[in-house]
């Protein structure tokens, strides 16, 4: 099996750590976490989940289901989440106690069970920032070319390589380089932690062949990556990418 040729994180399954940020969470318009002392949990190496103290949950919110989930970290007890008539059911886990130094009395929230997360005052997408991992919008002057089935797609002079830990680079190139003849626009929409919400989604029409979601465009990313701001992406899983004419290995790893 061919190892990939960027890295990957380093840190084990159930390491804990503090987070410095405040952390807030937004339900039906009623802010139901906020706190300056949650920790992040690795409970697989890729990325942290917030575990929350419950004395900064607000009151009532929790509604206790009366199940229980064991896991590597104790016995959690699972609660659903309340506000007004708004109700997400087995929605967080409760840790009265746990094997892991500082998680009892923590609570962790699922991400999707809220409508917002928000680190200060910034908004998060998709899962905590793993602080260990970190994302760079380099400009390059190398050759990229991005072909399907032999046609091509977009030629690029000067794209921006986009690396972050743990995933494959991404090459973003000017939206003069993409041949838009041979896409068709999509009313797909993703989320990044990193890069924010895209604002454009493309499908190839190649030889009479659909290509679903292709390529895909940031035109407002996180101050992190403004570099890409309206450039245009290629799942490099989904094409032929050639850079400085050498073809490229496809990454069997799909995040936009």
């Known amino acids: 099996m061919t190892q990939p040729n960027y890295p990957q994180p380093p840190v084990p399954v159930d390491h804990t750590e503090p ?21 992040y949990v690795w409970e697989w190496p890729p990325y942290p ?7 900064d949950v607000a009151d009532g919110v ?11 970290r104790g016995t959690g007890h699972r609660h ?15 840790y009265p106690d746990s094997t892991v130094d500082g998680l009892a009395g923590t609570v962790r929230v699922d991400w999707d069970a809220v409508d917002a997360w928000y680190e200060e005052d910034e908004e998060v997408f998709v899962h905590p920032h793993n602080p260990f991992s970190r994302v760079d919008a380099v400009r ?17 002079q000067s794209p921006v390589m986009v690396f972050e830990t743990g995933l494959p680079t991404r090459y973003y190139v000017n939206r003069t380089d993409v041949h838009f003849d041979h896409l068709v626009p999509s009313a797909t929409v993703t989320a990044c932690p990193y890069k924010g919400r895209t604002t454009a989604y493309w499908s190839a029409d190649v030889g ?33 990418t050639f850079l400085d004419g050498v073809r490229l290995d496809r990454p069997t790893t799909h995040f936009s």
């Open 62 to 72: 929790l509604v206790d289901e009366g199940q229980t989930e064991d896991s590597s």
């Open 49 to 55: 989940q917030y575990y929350l103290p419950l004395a």
């Open 140 to 156: 390059s002057s190398r050759t990229l070319r991005v072909e399907s089935q032999g046609v091509v797609l977009a030629e690029s």
């Open 19 to 39: 987070v410095p940020r405040r952390i807030r969470a937004v339900l039906a318009g009623r802010t139901v976490v906020d706190t300056t002392a949650a920790r």
């Open 208 to 240: 009479g062949r659909a290509h679903p979601d292709i390529a895909w465009c940031y035109d407002f990313p996180t101050a992190q990556v403004l570099p890409i701001a309206g450039l245009v992406a290629f799942y490099d899983e989904k094409v032929d």
């Open 80 to 94: 659903g989440l309340a506000v007004g008539d708004v109700t997400r059911p087995a929605a967080a886990l409760v």
